[in-house]
């Protein structure tokens, strides 16, 4: 990756446990006890987010949404900043529900360009309010940037007319108001595991590309890696959005909704090495440590791990 800066959003608003806007802090510390001096010789630049237990959810179907939405305004502000001063970026996020906000920035930034994501996770985060069984935010993002409302698999009958405002506003983050971010074939799932029935008919109603971790055991990394390489060798930039419950729960439980039969930790190496060495690689988000459901700051240090033996910074 070209020069590097670290963007630190700590906001746990769209998860459904408390604990992940200690992530970055414990990636920072597992950083110095293993001294990995990323967070000293890069640019660092922390966007201040509000504090969750001053707030009310206000509603069940999309819980914080316009507290996240003005959170992902903030995001998407400095990521597009960050990108056209000519900087790649490590994102450290607390939530999943912070990369529409960053990807938002990643379209502001190149509003004309080819872009692709590659989202690694047990979950699709393809949720809108009007399906999601928790209204948990962190499971939507996905539709937020594909702009979808998912409204043929409609789960929830009443949605508050001011959460659908808001959310029609969330797909259009930015001063651009683009939306959607992306298109179907502008995104690719590895790792995926745990969705709900109506995440599984969009995901192939859309015609989705992913990759189950049974499609990841050797030799199909290596096949999976060839593929999702060549998918976005035309591309102008890449995002990669890596949840730490893509990762098997025996690398650590320290995340909100760990998923049996998930990565290993040398398949995480080496699918972000292979990814990160892209030339058109210009972001990594690494989000969902919750130190507090861990022990030994066990998931952090994977991160530093991972992080330390397959990507180059500059």
């Known amino acids: 990756m070209q020069r590097t800066k670290i963007l630190i959003c700590s906001s746990e608003l769209g998860a459904g446990v408390r604990g992940a806007s200690l992530g970055p802090d414990a990636i920072r510390i597992s950083a ?7 967070f000293e010789r890069l640019h660092v630049d922390e966007i201040k987010v509000p504090m969750l237990n001053r707030y009310s959810p206000e509603n069940k ?3 914080y949404i316009k507290l996240i939405a003005s959170t992902h305004r903030k995001i998407c502000k400095k990521m597009c900043a960050a990108l056209t001063d000519g900087y790649s970026t490590l994102v450290l996020s607390g939530d999943h529900s912070n990369a ?10 190149y509003p004309d360009k ?3 994501v590659i989202w690694i996770d047990a979950h699709g985060d393809i949720h809108s309010p009007f399906t999601s069984p928790s209204g948990n935010m962190h499971g939507m993002p996905v539709a937020i940037l594909l702009g979808l409302d998912n409204l043929n698999h409609r789960t929830r009958k009443k949605i508050k007319a001011d959460v659908i405002k808001s ?4 797909k259009a983050t930015g001063k651009l108001k683009i939306t959607p971010k992306l298109s179907s074939d502008d995104l690719i799932y590895i790792g995926i595991r745990d969705l709900e029935e109506e995440e599984w008919n969009i995901i192939k109603e859309q015609n989705i590309k992913f990759y189950t971790p049974d499609d990841l055991k050797k030799p199909g990394i290596d096949k999976v890696i060839e593929e999702v390489v060549s998918h976005f060798t035309s591309y102008d930039a890449i995002y990669i959005s890596f949840d730490v419950d893509s990762m098997d729960p025996s690398v650590s439980v320290g995340t909100g909704t760990p998923v049996p039969g998930g990565l290993s930790l040398d398949q995480a190496k080496k699918l972000l090495k292979a990814f990160t060495n892209m030339p058109n690689c210009k972001a ?6 919750n130190p507090i459901l861990d022990t030994d700051n066990k998931m952090a240090t994977a991160v530093v791990k991972i992080l330390r033996e397959s990507v180059v910074f500059s």
């Open 167 to 170: 959310w029609e506003k969330i």
């Open 284 to 289: 990594l988000e690494i989000t969902e440590v």
């Open 114 to 116: 080819k872009l692709g």
């Open 32 to 38: 110095v006890n293993n001294f990995y001096n990323i």
């Open 100 to 109: 529409a906000g960053f990807i938002s920035g990643f379209r502001e930034a």
């Open 61 to 63: 179907s999309a819980k």
